[in-house]
């Protein structure tokens, strides 16, 4: 695993970037997430080599800035796809393709690769400006992945994009990152993406980068800048075990205990199921507990686990940790009454009844 | 087409001013570039200063920019002296200085649409460039050039043709001397004052014609490049 690591300042007139010392672990997808104007962007452009920065960069053993010496962009080695694609305007998409190609010593084949994989074969001879949002974002990823980099940049590649298409490039990046193996930094606001894709974390708040983690444990912080209006989520993984619906239900394995979901959930999404792994998403408002086994109840999928801890919410609310078996953690939220009634306290043994799971691919 | 019947003295009048033309919209193109992406992102304060003395010819009469020429590029003044000492001619009355007067006449005509097309022209392209291994110099002419090819025919054209109709400045500066200074315009000029409507009509009306020809040839290559482009 490579490493990133980095203390860069980068001074605007109304701004001032301040990273500290950064050491980013380089594995799978780090989500760069903050809110909006919090200095995503120009982390990035400063780590690329767009921006003038003051500090330095090393990715492994290769120095990109150290003082005043700096490596120029295009020695860095990176692979970006912007907001709005920033394809070549006066290049086809198979032009874009090849330049490329003739920078990074690509070949054919791998141009026949990605668009294979990326779906961009009836595009090859159409110009950027008449392609749609996500169209764009494919070639751009392509593109990217073409020059072939030791790290790829990705700046809100799915901001400008509706939800429908969205939906369709989501897994789609995750596909194609994982097969390229290519450690990936995606720049985004949206919680959603960060649970759907990273693997790791790096939080920023108005200019300084607060902490880098695991998703994991980005969510398992009682209050994670992760949650928004809906509260605090929690995402599983699991492995689908089984590729034939039964009842139009799969079974997911999350360690020793099953859970089921909608099969259309996952067949719609393109997606090779069986062994994958999945990520299911289950919102704290939408777990009940209780203390033994339930029955006769229309929900399906119930998880034991145990009280990890309890932080108040409010004075009539509060936040359940769970975890199960299998290490992985589960937030639910109940109201302080129910939580004197059943008697909870941290180490009890619970039953979590959970009302609906959302699937990411 | 009996207005194509023209002299020899009528031809070499028009050879010059293609010729000046060609040199004025070509030099131009080679310092108008640097200069015009300078005041497109310089930061520097002085950016109002030089694009106001850039912008000058577009104000003042040209016989004013004519003058100052001819003093500062004839045998008093310190270019002409200097060039005197150095052995060589002043440039007064002198094709080298008519060309100098072409090129600060027309210069605003060639740096405003290229330093628009450097000031508008999106950044991300040319960052991805970047991160794809381009380095500044294959950058410059696979994407910087071809973003701003717009802006490079505007420049080229309305130079040429903003040339072809100079008249004040080489009055002034370079006189009527027969294949050294006297381009079309003066000519027109001189028969227009021996009364000479015939002639004169018939060079007005090759320029006329000319400058539209390069006009319309230039609106319609502008919108075929662009086509690709469009948003």
């Given at each position: 695993?490579?490493t990133l690591a980095?203390?860069?300042t980068?001074?605007?007139?109304d701004?001032e970037l301040?990273t500290?010392?950064?050491a980013l672990?380089?594995e799978?997808?780090t989500?760069?997430?903050?809110p909006s104007?919090?200095?995503?962007s120009?982390l990035?452009?400063a780590?690329?080599?767009?921006?003038?920065?003051?500090?330095?960069?090393?990715?492994?053993?290769?120095?990109?800035q150290?003082g005043r010496?700096?490596?120029?962009?295009?020695?860095?080695?990176?692979?970006m796809?912007?907001q709005d694609g920033?394809l070549?305007?006066?290049l086809s998409v198979?032009g874009?393709?090849?330049y490329a190609?003739?920078?990074?010593?690509?070949?054919?084949a791998?141009?026949?690769?990605?668009v294979?994989?990326l779906g961009l074969?009836?595009?090859?001879?159409?110009?950027p400006?008449?392609?749609?949002g996500?169209q764009?974002?494919?070639v751009a990823?392509?593109?990217?992945?073409?020059?072939?980099?030791k790290?790829?940049?990705l700046d809100e590649p799915?901001s400008?994009?509706d939800?429908?298409t969205?939906?369709?490039?989501?897994p789609?990046?995750?596909?194609?990152?994982?097969?390229a193996?290519i450690?990936t930094l995606?720049?985004t606001?949206?919680?959603d993406?960060v649970?759907?894709?990273?693997d790791w974390v790096?939080?920023?708040?108005?200019g300084?980068v607060q902490?880098?983690s695991t998703?994991?444990?980005?969510?398992?912080?009682?209050?994670?800048?992760?949650?928004d209006?809906?509260?605090a989520?929690?995402?599983?993984?699991?492995?689908?075990?089984?590729?034939?619906p039964?009842h139009g239900?799969?079974?997911v394995?999350?360690?020793?205990?099953s859970m089921?979901?909608?099969?259309?959930?996952?067949?719609?999404d393109e997606i090779?199921?069986?062994?994958?792994t999945i990520r299911?998403?289950?919102l704290a408002?939408?777990v009940?507990?209780?203390?033994?086994?339930?029955q006769?109840?229309?929900?399906?999928?119930?998880?034991?686990?145990?009280?990890?801890?309890m932080?108040?919410?409010s004075?009539?609310k509060?936040?359940?940790?769970i975890?199960?078996?299998?290490g992985q953690?589960?937030f639910?939220?109940v109201?302080?009454l129910s939580c004197?009634?059943?008697?909870?306290?941290k180490?009890m043994?619970i039953?979590?009844l959970i009302?609906?799971v959302?699937?990411m691919? | 087409?009996?207005?194509?019947?023209?002299?020899?003295d009528e031809w070499?009048?028009?050879?010059?001013?293609?010729?000046?033309?060609?040199?004025?919209s070509?030099?131009?193109?080679?310092?108008?570039?640097p200069?015009?992406?300078?005041?497109a992102?310089?930061?520097?304060r002085?950016v109002?200063?030089?694009s106001a003395v850039?912008?000058?010819p577009?104000v003042l009469?040209?016989a004013?920019?004519?003058f100052y020429l001819l003093?500062t590029?004839?045998?008093y003044?310190w270019v002409g002296?200097t060039?005197?000492?150095?052995?060589?001619?002043?440039?007064?009355f002198?094709?080298?200085g008519?060309l100098?007067g072409?090129?600060?006449?027309s210069?605003?005509?060639a740096v405003?649409p290229?330093?628009?097309?450097?000031?508008?022209?999106p950044?991300t392209?040319i960052?991805?460039a970047?991160?794809?291994?381009?380095s500044?110099?294959?950058?410059f002419f696979?994407?910087i050039l071809?973003?701003?090819?717009?802006g490079?025919?505007s420049?080229?054209?309305?130079?040429?043709?903003?040339?072809?109709g100079?008249?004040g400045?080489?009055?002034?500066l370079g006189g009527?001397?027969?294949?050294e200074?006297?381009?079309?315009s003066?000519?027109i000029?001189?028969?227009?004052?021996?009364?000479?409507?015939e002639?004169?009509?018939r060079?007005?009306?090759?320029?006329?014609?000319t400058s539209?020809l390069i006009l319309?040839?230039f609106?319609a290559?502008?919108?075929r490049l662009?086509?690709?482009m469009?948003?």
């Open positions: 695993m490579t980095f203390n860069l980068v001074s605007l007139p701004f301040q500290g010392e950064v672990p380089l799978g997808i989500a760069i997430f903050g104007g919090c200095g995503k120009t990035m452009k780590l690329a080599g767009l921006v003038p920065a003051q500090g330095s960069v090393a990715l492994g053993e290769t120095v990109w150290s010496q700096s490596l120029p962009v295009h020695r860095r080695g990176i692979g796809v912007f920033g070549l305007p006066h198979e874009n393709l090849d190609i003739n920078r990074s010593g690509g070949t054919q791998d141009k026949a690769h990605w294979e994989a074969s009836p595009l090859l001879s159409q110009w400006h008449t392609l749609s996500g764009k974002q494919r990823l392509a593109r990217a992945l073409l020059a072939k980099p790290v790829l940049m799915m400008a994009l939800w429908q969205k939906n369709q490039l989501l789609l990046i995750k596909k194609v990152v994982k097969e193996r450690p995606l720049i606001h949206s919680p993406e649970e759907r894709l990273a790096l939080l920023m708040e108005r300084r902490k880098v998703l994991q444990a980005a969510l398992s912080e009682p209050d994670s800048p992760l949650f209006h809906q509260g989520v929690s995402v599983l993984e699991g492995a689908v075990s089984q590729v034939e039964t239900l799969l079974p394995q999350v360690g020793d205990q089921w979901v909608l099969a259309e959930e996952i067949l719609s090779d199921t069986v062994s994958a299911l998403r289950v408002k939408e009940t507990l209780a203390l033994s086994p339930p006769g109840l229309s929900v399906l999928n119930v998880l034991q686990g145990e009280v990890e801890a932080t108040p919410l004075e009539h509060v936040r359940i940790r975890q199960l078996p299998d953690g589960l639910a939220e109201t302080a004197e009634q059943l008697g909870l306290h180490g043994p039953y979590a009302k609906s959302g699937v691919p | 087409m009996s207005f194509l019947h023209l002299t020899p070499q009048s028009l050879w010059l001013t293609l010729k000046l033309a060609t040199y004025t070509g030099i131009l193109l080679v310092i108008g570039m200069l015009a992406w300078w005041l992102f310089s930061r520097c002085c109002s200063l030089v850039v912008a000058l577009l009469p040209p004013v920019l004519g003093i590029l004839g045998p003044g002296e060039l005197e000492a150095w052995g060589f001619h002043h440039l007064a002198s094709f080298e008519i100098i072409s090129i600060l006449y210069l605003p005509f405003q290229l330093r628009d097309a450097f000031a508008s022209m950044q392209p960052q991805a970047a991160s794809m291994g381009a500044p110099l294959d950058r696979t994407v071809p973003l701003a090819r717009s490079i025919l420049a080229v054209v309305i130079a040429f043709a903003h040339t072809l100079e008249f400045v080489v009055i002034m009527s001397i027969p294949g200074t006297k381009v079309v003066i000519a000029y001189d028969y227009t004052q021996e009364l000479n409507y002639a004169a009509h060079l007005s009306a090759i320029l006329l014609i539209f319309a040839l609106y290559i502008n919108r662009m086509a690709p469009k948003p």
